[in-house]
């Protein structure tokens, strides 16, 4: 598939959340694959993988006596830079896991930051799971998405189930139809974030 993205337009930063805690998690392997399938013109930042999941749980009372941690500024101003933002959950117990859940958690505070830091921004959610690929946590996004007003596109979507099946020892998505499918996520949203780019509040 190629991408309707002007190899000549401004550049299209979408920032890469997700994965797992696992050292080898395969939804954190998804997106740096993904990485490798963007169009000309676009970047993909893997740079906050790791910090989402270090963050403590969101606590009013660490806020009021100590403010936020300083990784929680680095996740806001990414969210503020970013054209697009890309999640690869995985699921747990049929819904969202709680570390990713509690990083955004963290992000919206202030609430009076939302807007600037959610606002408009596009989203897109892929996965890998089992036997139902992610499908049920990737739907259960929506709702805070909606909340946050975010902007999700589904233009394209991915449920990759077996995933422990589609890649080699290498972390590498070995089965080429899947490639497929996240090539068309990829480019398809990169496309999304350049024809109709996010709206900022002044």
């Known amino acids: 598939m190629t991408s309707q993205l002007d190899p000549g337009a401004a550049r299209v930063h979408v920032l890469a959340l997700g994965g797992s805690l696992r050292e080898r998690s395969l939804n954190r392997a998804l997106l740096h694959e993904a990485a490798t399938l963007l169009p000309p013109g ?18 009013q009372d660490i806020v009021d006596r100590d403010g936020p941690p300083s990784e929680v500024a680095q996740l806001k101003d990414a969210l503020r830079a970013a054209d697009g933002l890309l999640i690869a959950t995985p699921e747990y117990n049929w ?15 202030p609430s009076g930051d939302i807007p600037q830091t959610f606002g408009d921004l596009p989203v897109a959610v892929i996965g890998a799971g089992g036997g139902g690929g992610t499908r049920l946590a990737q739907a259960a996004w929506l709702s805070v998405f909606r909340y946050l007003r975010m902007r999700p596109w589904a233009g394209h979507s991915l449920y990759l189930d077996r995933a422990r099946e589609r890649f080699d020892e290498r972390g590498r998505l070995s089965d080429e ?13 990169v496309a999304h974030c350049s024809a109709l780019p996010r709206a900022r509040p002044r």
Request: hydrophobic share 55%; glycine share 10%; aromatic share 8%.
């Open 177 to 189: 139809a899947a490639r497929e499918q996240l090539r068309a996520v990829v480019c398809g949203f």
């Open 95 to 109: 819904g969202i896991p709680g570390f990713l859940k509690n990083a955004i958690d963290w992000a919206s505070r």
């Open 42 to 59: 676009a970047h993909l930042d893997l740079s906050l993988l790791g910090v989402v999941g270090a963050l403590p749980l969101f606590n």
